[in-house]
């Protein structure tokens, strides 16, 4: 059991490490290279840190432990929102949450929570139909926040960051990047897709590391797959804490800090319960 929790540990640490200094730091470059918008960053974000419970839910899937993943993702989810809620008041950013858009996503976001939580105190019997439910609940919210963000977005002094808003030093940054020659900027581009793919392969060994352990844990030792749901969502939602205060540190102007990580969360969040665990029902319904 001690070897066990020694790997649970290691792995723990690993994405930690390649979530901070190899994952947020590629996309954030990247999308420095690509000029896109906080939302759009918080998105790809969101996504790209939602990898570990990917892993953890699939493998889980596979090897029947449907149980453990739901647990994951609820934890995960409850989790995200802590640690989003947390990095918001250390950075003294909780002014901001008055903002429209973010307290619309947020709602969008306890939606993710709850749902979960319905499902498991009526529990229900997650069968392939509710895949059809998930997916469809997927494309409904991620509408409403799309229609959300264009009704507010001129109303809100925090979605554009124009060159008329702009401080000179952003000016001149922004001059300095159109300047660049196009062959270094897809050189650029290229090395931090790169490294964003080799970040997910590294996530994808490890994580396939930590369900092994974890699955011996509760076979071997009897451990319940609440305990190891619970555990998966605390480490697997580690990603998420670092790209929270990594957003919140890039920009000048805190409110697009606040917008990106908002998108981040409630991309995360979205994806966890509706297509990762969608994706764990299919496996587990389709191959056992």
Do not use: W
């Not at 939302?39 to 839910?57: D, F, Q, R, V, Y």
């Not at 319905?118 to 895949?131: A, G, S």
């Amino acid at each position: 059991m001690i070897v066990e929790f020694i790997k649970l540990g290691g792995c723990s640490i690993l994405i930690v490490l390649i979530s901070k200094y190899i994952l947020a730091n590629s996309l954030r470059n990247l999308a420095k290279a690509i000029e896109i918008k906080p939302k759009t960053i918080g998105n790809i974000s969101g996504m790209a840190t939602s990898i570990p419970e990917l892993l953890t839910t699939t493998i889980s899937g596979f090897k029947g432990l449907l149980e453990t993943s739901i647990y994951n993702i609820l934890s995960s989810n409850i989790i995200n929102f802590i640690l989003y809620i947390s990095s918001v008041f250390v950075n003294k950013n909780q002014k901001i949450l008055k903002n429209k858009v973010i307290l619309i996503e947020l709602i969008l976001v306890s939606i993710t929570i709850f749902i979960p939580i319905i499902l498991n105190i009526t529990k229900q019997e997650l069968n392939i139909y509710y895949v059809f439910i998930f997916i469809g609940l997927y494309l409904f919210l991620k509408l409403i926040d799309n229609l959300v963000h264009k009704k507010y977005l001129n109303q809100s002094n925090v979605i554009e960051n124009n060159e008329e808003k702009m401080n000179e030093k952003k000016q001149n940054e922004k001059l300095k990047l159109k300047d660049l020659k196009k062959e270094y900027k897809i050189k650029i581009i290229t090395k931090y897709s790169l490294l964003i793919i080799f970040a997910g392969i590294l996530l994808f060994f490890i994580g396939d590391i930590l369900s092994n352990s974890l699955e011996t844990l509760c076979n071997n030792f009897n451990v319940s797959q609440f305990i190891i749901g619970i555990l998966l969502g605390v480490v697997t939602s580690v990603p998420e804490f670092i790209t929270f205060f990594e957003a919140q540190k890039n920009y000048k102007d805190k409110e697009e800090g606040i917008i990106e990580a908002t998108n981040n969360l409630l991309s995360s969040n979205m994806s966890n319960l509706f297509i990762i665990q969608s994706l764990g029902i299919l496996i587990y319904n389709t191959f056992l």
